[in-house]
């Protein structure tokens, strides 16, 4: 019992820092040390030398939350300089969405960023926002800590999870076509490559986070060829790992025993439709969407920390946004950039927040506004 205490401790510290994956060595913040087969970024920011990193204000309620991010950071005197790109409202033939390949290059540079919510205008030919980032930066895992919050009561009291999505291929890869009228086929590709990448992930992930176990979410007895060739590559990445305890569990059997029970789970790693199902899922358990935060990982150690919900354009301009997903996605992004200190400060200061009740958004079943909110924050700062 002691040793579980002891545990659960340790991971309240880490549970939303990121490992990064050495696919390259280019960096430009900080200092880069280097250790097979990852890497460890080092930085040493301060108000005169600040960290560059990109920002997503997005649509909706985006601006509005971006917003109470800056304010929050500035309070905090968090070390970053801010590079704001915006959504455009005509396609670029180089991306072929209305995101810029300007703004991409953004994010290759400064290594770093954070995304607020985009909506996906409806159109022929226009591509998915979220889509283009998650194709155009290689960002292949979806890490996405699920932890009830201090003083803010649901219906469970200790959910400790991490689900890692795979984030490029699968069904939601878009691959659709009309075979003939009224029949249309979906496909479905899984890949090797894609597999071992973030089942190698997962590992490392709960390795360097002190989880004890990796549950691999499938429907191999269904699906046998697609997801079985995903169980056959977590497979070979758990043998590399003999200290984390490995399962695989059928989705099905999954949603029922999350609902029953979420602290069977540690860490869940999953193809990319089942990743977007579940991940939804999860946050319900601690309280919804507007409260879990989420970093994207990608190739080169690229990390875009972004909110999951979406734009909410019937409150956007309305003052009326809760700020927190996108806040600890932020304090995601500081932990990634190894700057805890101030990932600390801010993360205390919005638990505190929520837990005395008093400044509450409406989906938190207070009356405050955003401004309020945001506030009341950074007077905990």
Known sequence: ???????????????????????????????????????????????????????????????????SVKQVFNSAEVPIEWEEHYVGDKVDPRTESFLTWESLESVRRNGVGLKGPMATPIGKGHRSLNLTLRKELGLYANVRPCYSLEGYKTRYDDVNLVTIRENTEGEYSGLEHQVVRGVVESLKVITRQASLRVAEYAFYYAKAHGRERVSAIHKANIMRKTD?????????????????????????????????????FDVLVMPNLYGDIISDLCAGLVGGLGLTPSCNIGEGGIALAEAVHGSAPDIAGKNLANPTALLLSGVMMLRHLKLHDKADQIHNAIIKTIAEGRHRTADLGGSSSTSEFTKAICDHL
């Open 228 to 264: 079985g060739l995903f169980l056959k590559c977590c497979r070979e990445v758990a043998e590399k790992y003999p200290e984390i305890n490995y399962e695989e569990v059928i989705i099905d059997n999954c949603c029922m025993m999350l609902v029953k029970n979420p602290a069977l």
């Open 1 to 67: 019992m002691a040793s579980q205490i002891v545990r659960r401790v340790l991971r309240s510290r880490t549970i939303d820092q990121i490992a990064t994956p050495l696919i390259a060595n280019g960096n430009s913040f900080g200092r880069v040390f280097v250790s097979t087969p990852y890497r460890c970024i080092s930085t040493d920011a301060s108000p005169n030398h600040p960290i560059r990193a990109t920002l997503f204000p997005g649509d909706g309620i985006g601006p509005e939350i971006a917003n």
